[in-house]
Each structure stands twice: as C-alpha cells, then as structure tokens.
C-alpha cells in the first residue's frame, strides 16, 4: 500500500498554495509534515484526503489514480485540532458512527468499539457525552472514531494542539504505541520540530507550500539539504552568521576562528553562511573544542530547568538554550561556548555544503 503523490500542485486565484509536489508515502510508516503555520500542511492533507482537487498533477493510491475520487468513496480518516465530536452521541456511538455509516453488523461494531477504546483507555467513559469529558478525553474519542474505521490512511492535523501542556505531553506519548501495529500509512502535522523529533518515522519538512525535504526523521535533523530544511527543524530559531573560510580556517569575527579539515577543508575560500542550533551554544563549555563568543545580552528567560539569552553577536542576535539556570544581566557582555562541530555550513545559494563535524 503506497500514496503517491506525482508533480501535485494547487494554487487558488493564481496563488499558489501548494507547489510542485512528488512525494511517496508506505504503508505502516508514521509520516510527520512540519512547518509552520500557513506552510500549507493542512491543504496538503487535504488533497491527500480527497477533501480537495489538485490544480494539476496525479495522486495515486495503491496502484490506482485516485486523483478525481471524492473523500467519501476513499478509506481514509482525518482527525483535527479541534475535538470534533457529535454532542448528543455517547462517547460509545460517537466511535461507533463510522461503523454504522458502513452497515456493520452489530456483533462487529460492538467488537471494534470495545477493541479501540480499550487500546485509547476510554473503556470508563464509553457512556457519557463529549460535554462530560476532559480535552484529552474527547481528542481520545476523535481518534478512537479514526482507528475503529481501519481505514488505509489516517490524516493527523495538528491534533494536540488545542489540549494544555500535561495532555499534550500524554498523548504525544502514547500515539507512537496507538499506531505502533496498524496496517495504514498514518501522517500527521505539526509545527513542533520536538513533536517530530519524537515520534521519530519520515519527516517532511514545509515551507511557504514546498516540500523543502522528505526523509528519516533523523537523518532529516541531522543533515538537513538546505537552510531553509534547517530553519523549518529548528526551535528555537536557527542562529546564523556569515563566516569567512581562509585557509584552513574559518574566520566568524576578529579573534574568533577555528580550524577546519576534510570536505569543509577543501572547499574554495570565501564567505559562507555557519547555522548553529540554539542548544549548541552554552554559557560553559560543552565540548573541549568549543568556540568562545561574547555579545550583549538582550533577553533573559530563567526556568526551573533551563536558561535561554538572546545575545548581540556583530549586529544579529543568537540564542543561547541551556539546561540549568545561568543568570545574566539585560545589557552585560555575556560570554558564551559554541559547539560549532556540530554546526551546518552552507553556501551562497542557501545549500548544505556539510556539517562541521
């Protein structure tokens, strides 16, 4: 079982929503689109729905042409951000009514009801209204009622992005185990790369309606093609600044260079562009290599677990994530550690020309 998406584009009063798209998913993988919002996640889903027609371009299902096939006569489930569930129904009909629509019988759906809600812990609850239930509670339900379809494709958009920090972290927990067995392909959306980082599978990275990338999640991370694919699974922002390779050196600012060798070694001289995630760069040393910086500190936010400073380095501002709590006052010199090892370099046209490593 495959998805396939082959040169799909939609665009809308002359814009564009969705550019050229190929992209291929299998079945039994857990595919995650990230971007940010407006980054055309949603009209993605939706033409793999069925929910919306390409402007041009093929969507094949399976083997099959499903480009011109409405919503209705595809296997396919979606679940939003919003609970949507129907009021007046138990949380039991409520899982039910996919079941009921198909004219299953009652011993199946009776079956399938009781399989899936054991599975979404929602045995307790199976008798009481959506207006009785938790917001975890009802999302449970909304999924539930997209599991007990057995459908081949289930759309995830944003789903937990309505429930409060506590049932997010639950759920995101428990979803990699909810499709851990199930014979479907399953892609689900968000603007967290953590989310992604998480649930690990295939990655799509999205920007301004391109898929800028398409892969292992990890490998996505790790070695993302482009600036933008870096940018897009960076949070928080990706700090970037021009460098200047010479030699066997590259040069950030007067006094702050560092020695390079291999690919990056042989590259021509000139300016290139370092990207450095924010967690790489520390008030303490985190690798004996590291790169001392110092900037002025514009912002300073403490937590119980970490520190993040927003520091002036040459006229950009860099942010600094770190476990612990490092005080700094707004306006002091601060002096930081970059692990710049494990940084991006990229080159004029924005593309990866290897990580520093």
């Excluded at 950030?252 to 290139?272: E, T």
Aim: hydrophobic share 40%; with cysteine.
């Amino acid at each position: 079982m495959t998805l396939e998406l082959k040169n799909v584009m939609k665009s809308v009063d002359g814009a564009v929503h969705i550019h050229e798209t190929n992209l291929k998913l299998e079945e039994g993988t857990f595919n995650v689109l990230l971007g940010t919002t407006l980054a055309g996640k949603t009209t993605l889903m939706q033409l793999m729905a069925g929910l919306d027609k390409p402007t041009s371009g093929e969507i094949w299902f399976n083997g099959r042409n499903v480009t011109g096939v409405s919503v209705q006569k595809r296997n396919v489930s979606m679940v939003y951000q919003q609970f949507i569930n129907y009021p007046h129904m138990t949380v039991y009909e409520n899982i039910a009514s996919p079941l009921r629509v198909a004219r299953a019988d009652a011993q199946t759906i009776d079956s399938r009801v009781q399989s899936v809600a054991e599975l979404l812990r929602l045995k307790p609850m199976l008798g009481r209204k959506p207006a009785e239930l938790s917001g975890g509670q009802q999302q449970r339900t909304a999924i539930a009622r997209a599991l007990v379809k057995d459908s081949d494709m289930i759309l995830l958009d944003e789903p937990l992005a309505n429930l409060d920090y506590k049932l997010r972290e639950e759920l995101r927990d428990e979803l990699p185990r909810i499709f851990a067995d199930r014979h479907c392909i399953v892609v689900y959306a968000t603007t967290e790369p953590a989310e992604a980082l998480l649930f690990g599978g295939h990655t799509a990275t999205l920007n301004e309606g391109r898929v800028t990338q398409f892969g292992p999640t990890g490998r996505i991370y790790r070695n993302p093609s482009d600036l933008i694919s870096a940018q897009v699974f960076s949070d928080p922002p990706l700090n970037t600044a021009t460098v200047i390779k010479r030699g066997n050196e590259l040069v950030l600012g007067p006094g702050i260079s560092w020695p390079v060798n291999g690919a990056i070694g042989g590259l021509a001289d000139g300016d290139y562009l370092l990207g450095i995630r924010a967690h790489l760069v520390a008030p303490f040393q985190q690798t004996p290599n590291a790169v001392a910086i110092e900037g002025r500190v514009l912002v300073a936010e403490l937590s119980g677990s970490e520190s993040v400073l927003h520091v002036d380095l040459n006229g950009a501002t860099w942010i600094s994530q770190s476990h612990g709590v490092h005080p700094f006052e707004v306006g002091s010199t601060a002096r930081l550690y970059v692990d710049v090892a494990r940084g991006f370099l990229f080159d004029r046209n924005n593309n990866l020309v290897g990580g520093l490593s």
